[in-house]
T-cell receptor, first 114, second 113 residues
């Protein structure tokens, strides 16, 4: 157990729908990162939050948004879903002091859009 | 734009052999190069990492070789075991002030008895 908890583990939804993925970081970690892993693109950085504030943004679609709450858990919201959004979505957490051994990934949420 | 290129896409090695996975990068601002191991149904887990001020780092059976001038780095797994069968990702980041990892596309390693 990495200490980073992601729910749900699996999600199947229809095109056009909206879903919310949840991530609880390791105890003491202030930063949360979201990555998308698809077969043809590998792992792609989406967005980072640090202590409730957005810190960095990657190639995140406008249909996607995220937030980090006062208790430091984070949610990734995906709307107007398309077939191509089917992927594994990973959350990682760290203290926010750079990438290192403490940069830890959760087990992911597998999203299937049908 | 893929900033970290990884090869091969898949690799089959006999038990006891050496597994070698290669990566090349373009961004000269990268200054931290981790390798991650991922088993099915799990998230990537840090295996070993190197900074560009050294040319080699060894941890047990795992070694990273780093060539700064060629902008290449590789993972060597000595005495490969069936339990090493997993997908391996190289990654890179501009460590200070930037915690975004740029990943290679992954190598599926299979160790056969």
């Amino acid at each position: 157990d990495s200490g980073v908890t992601q729910t749900p583990k699996h999600l199947i939804t229809a095109t056009g729908q909206r879903v919310t993925l949840r991530c609880s970081p390791r105890s003491g970690d202030l930063s949360v990162y979201w990555y998308q892993q698809s077969l043809d693109q590998g792992l792609q950085f989406l967005i980072q939050y640090y202590n409730g504030e957005e810190r960095a943004k990657g190639n995140i679609l406008e249909r996607f948004s995220a937030q980090q709450f006062p208790d430091l858990h984070s949610e990734l919201n995906l709307s107007s879903l398309e077939l191509g959004d089917s992927a594994l979505y990973f959350c990682a957490s760290s203290t926010g002091q750079g990438v290192g051994p403490g940069y830890t990934f959760g087990s992911g949420t597998r999203l299937t859009v049908v | 734009q893929q900033q970290v290129k990884q090869s091969p896409q898949s690799l089959i090695v006999q038990k006891g052999g050496i597994s070698i996975i290669n990566c090349a990068y373009e961004n000269t601002a990268f200054d931290y190069f981790p390798w991650y191991q991922q088993f099915p149904g799990k998230g990537p887990a840090l295996l070993i990492a190197i900074r560009p001020d050294v040319s080699e780092k060894k941890e047990g059976r795992f070694t990273i070789s780093f060539n700064k001038s060629a902008k290449q780095f590789s993972l060597h797994i000595m005495d490969s075991q069936p339990g090493d069968s997993a997908t391996y990702f190289c990654a890179a980041t501009e460590n200070f002030g930037n915690e975004k990892l740029t990943f290679g596309t992954g190598t599926r390693l299979t160790i056969i008895p």
